[in-house]
């Protein structure tokens, strides 16, 4: 297949690129910045496009390499946080640029399947236990509901111009080249040498985690089960894990990466307004599709604190 990435340059979409070419598809990638031909090889992207998601961007990809059959877009709002200082930029880049892409796709290439990447942000709080596809969504920030809006204009398209999609809910995405989030933050804390690592909220709070390359997988996957029924899919492992566990077995890396004695956890108690208490998938359709995770948090985290080092070390190096 030709697959055209949004957001390729973003850390699913690296992933999504080596992996669907490492397939033997041809990916073509569209999203910010410039990239070298280098970079391009070692992504598997022939073809890059510097620049948003609009018509023009879209005609001048086709004009390089055809029409797609599928498109993977993961381009839109990446923060929950910069949803809040920023709203009307996170409905641009989210809402805004689904609908400029949804609309180019329903007049040049009507076929080509739509896999959003969208989160699990939509679902809100207030869900016990784990949270079904068919669960109310109660978004709470800015960025879970331009993600909702997001899935309702596919939605949407695929109702009124019978345009094949697919909708990946995914949970807490984690991997090499993850520069923001818990890991992120608990790294930068730890590299401090801080005497504790402390924490917003209880500690209490379950999540699903999900490898990169794991979400990579389950988004080249929902590529087959796209339809006019806008197929709906958690992308998550269905294993709880507590943010204090986790905060717990980070220190116990850092701490075999470094040689220096673990570092206590403490948490203040108050979360953030419309933190839920509890985001875990119910993956019984991910499996269904045939889907299992082949990386646990537990084993990963070893590589994400190298990774993290080795990456704060290149940077302090003297030009």
Not at 212 to 235: F, K, Y
Not at 276 to 303: C, I, N, Q, T, Y
């Amino acid at each position: 297949m030709q697959v055209w990435i949004t957001g390729a340059r973003g850390f699913i979409g690296r992933h999504a690129a080596r992996g669907l070419a490492s397939a033997g598809h041809f990916v073509a990638g569209l999203g910010y910045g410039a990239l070298t031909e280098g970079a391009c090889t070692a992504w598997g992207l022939g073809v890059w496009c510097n620049g948003e998601v609009n018509s023009a961007n879209l005609d001048a990809m086709a004009k390089r390499c055809g029409p797609p059959d599928a498109v993977l877009h993961l381009a839109g709002g990446s923060s929950v946080g910069l949803s809040f200082d920023q709203p009307a930029e996170d409905f641009r880049r989210s809402v805004q640029a689904t609908i400029e892409l949804a609309d180019w796709l329903r007049l040049r290439a009507p076929q080509a399947r739509v896999v959003l990447a969208s989160s699990a942000a939509v679902y809100g709080a207030g869900h016990d236990g784990p949270i079904a596809e068919s669960a109310h969504c109660r978004p709470f920030s800015p960025y879970g509901y331009h993600k909702r809006m997001s899935e309702l204009v596919l939605e949407s398209y695929a109702q009124g111009f019978g345009m094949p999609v697919a909708i990946v809910r995914l949970f807490s995405v984690f991997g090499q080249g993850l520069r923001k989030q818990l890991l992120w933050d608990a790294c930068g804390r730890l590299a401090r040498a801080e005497d504790v690592l402390a924490l917003g909220g209880q500690g209490d709070e379950q999540r699903d985690w999900l490898h990169v390359e794991d979400a990579a997988r389950l988004l080249a996957m929902a590529i087959d089960h796209a339809s006019p029924q806008a197929t709906v899919v958690n992308g998550g492992s269905g294993r709880p894990l507590s943010v204090h566990e986790v905060a717990r077995l980070l220190c116990a890396s850092w701490a075999a990466a470094t040689g220096r004695p673990m570092t206590p956890v403490s948490f203040s108690g108050r979360g953030r307004p419309g933190d839920p208490k509890s985001l875990v998938a119910d993956a019984a359709l991910a499996r269904a599709w045939g889907f299992e995770p082949r990386h646990r948090l537990e084993e990963a985290l070893e590589s994400y604190v190298e990774w993290y080092r080795r990456d704060q070390c290149l940077k302090s190096e003297p030009l």
